[in-house]
């Protein structure tokens, strides 16, 4: 064992999607910390141009945005025939991307109420959560496995082991009728991440590693009221930050993790050992 060079992600190019979201970018600031290319696949590329001159400033690899639709299998496929173009391996995938319901200073956007909760928003949400994801995995993994290697990650949530607990959303003077709820389609999604996970560590297994964490909360600014009842219910006593995360995904797309496939790994501060 190399022990200098056992997180060494060699220069290759490591896919995130959703790469250019909160834990997207830290994601790909983590990759190129540690010698990766990061590649986001977005449709929004909003501040794209000052993250990736952050990040070749720090680390002197500059981050690479592709316009991709991720629940579009052609847009999947433009993008990666630009990526064959530049002569070097996808190494990884980072099934990130979601549409997730974030707490904000005013609590939940939206109601969510399952009684009244569309059939437009469900599909939109499985679509980018799953079908993208199953489409990135369908895709990308068939390459690594013919290149003679890769890692996928799938970004589940400490929600897919567990239901989410309403009570932290609930406002005073509200009839329970009224009260803001996390979606369905968050729990479904994020547990679906997990059974897509064990069914591709298994299917390309002597040379596609495929596993899973389950990440706890993020502290960004959410109403203290929240924060306070969310603390309660972790060992650790509070939410993580942002940057918390990098080092289980440096581990898991390098060689230090080279036997570790088909894990789900729960990073939630102990939440859901209780």
Same mark, same amino acid.
Request: one cysteine or more; a positive charge.
């Given at each position: 064992m190399n022990k200098k060079n056992i997180f060494d992600l060699?220069?290759?190019?490591?896919?995130?999607?959703?790469?250019?979201?909160?834990?997207?970018?830290?994601?790909?600031?983590?990759?190129?910390?540690?010698?990766?290319?990061?590649?986001?696949?977005?449709?929004?590329?909003?501040d794209f141009d000052e993250f990736a001159r952050k990040v070749e400033k720090n680390t002197s690899i500059k981050p690479i945005f592709i316009k991709t639709d991720i629940t579009n299998e052609n847009s999947i496929n433009e993008s990666l025939l630009f990526l064959k173009?530049?002569?070097?391996?996808?190494?990884?995938?980072i099934n990130n991307a979601a549409r997730n319901p974030s707490v904000s200073s005013k609590g939940l956007a939206k109601s969510?109420?399952?009684?009244?909760?569309?059939?437009?928003?469900?599909?939109?949400?499985? $679509?980018?959560?799953?079908?993208?994801?199953?489409?990135?995995?369908? +895709?990308?993994?068939?390459?690594? @496995?013919?290149? !003679? #290697?890769?890692?996928?990650?799938?970004i589940s949530s400490d929600l897919g082991l567990i239901a989410p607990n309403q009570e932290l959303y609930k406002k005073e003077g509200f009839l329970d009728s009224e009260q803001s709820v996390k979606p369905v389609t968050y729990s479904v999604v994020k547990s679906g991440l997990i059974g897509l996970t064990r069914y591709t560590s298994t299917y390309w297994p002597l040379k596609v590693r495929c596993n899973c964490i389950c990440p706890g909360g993020i502290n960004n600014g959410q109403p203290e009221a929240?924060?306070?009842?969310?603390?309660?219910?972790?060992?650790?006593?509070?939410?993580? $930050?942002?940057?918390e995360y990098q080092g289980i995904i440096v581990?898991? +797309?390098?060689?230090?993790?080279? @036997?570790?496939? !088909? #894990?789900?790994?729960?990073?939630?501060?102990?939440?859901?050992?209780?």
């Open positions: 060699d220069k290759g190019f490591y896919i995130v999607t959703g790469g250019i979201g909160l834990l997207g970018k830290m994601h790909c600031e983590a990759i190129a910390a540690f010698g990766g290319i990061p590649v986001i696949f977005d449709i929004e590329r909003n173009d530049k002569n070097l391996m996808i190494k990884g995938l969510n109420r399952l009684e009244n909760f569309s059939l437009n928003e469900w599909k939109k949400d499985i $679509e980018v959560g799953l079908t993208g994801a199953f489409l990135c995995t369908k +895709l990308i993994g068939k390459i690594m @496995y013919e290149e !003679g #290697a890769g890692v996928i990650i799938n929240f924060l306070s009842k969310i603390k309660k219910l972790i060992p650790m006593n509070r939410m993580a $930050e942002k940057n581990f898991l +797309l390098s060689s230090a993790s080279s @036997y570790m496939n !088909g #894990a789900i790994i729960s990073i939630d501060g102990g939440r859901t050992a209780w």
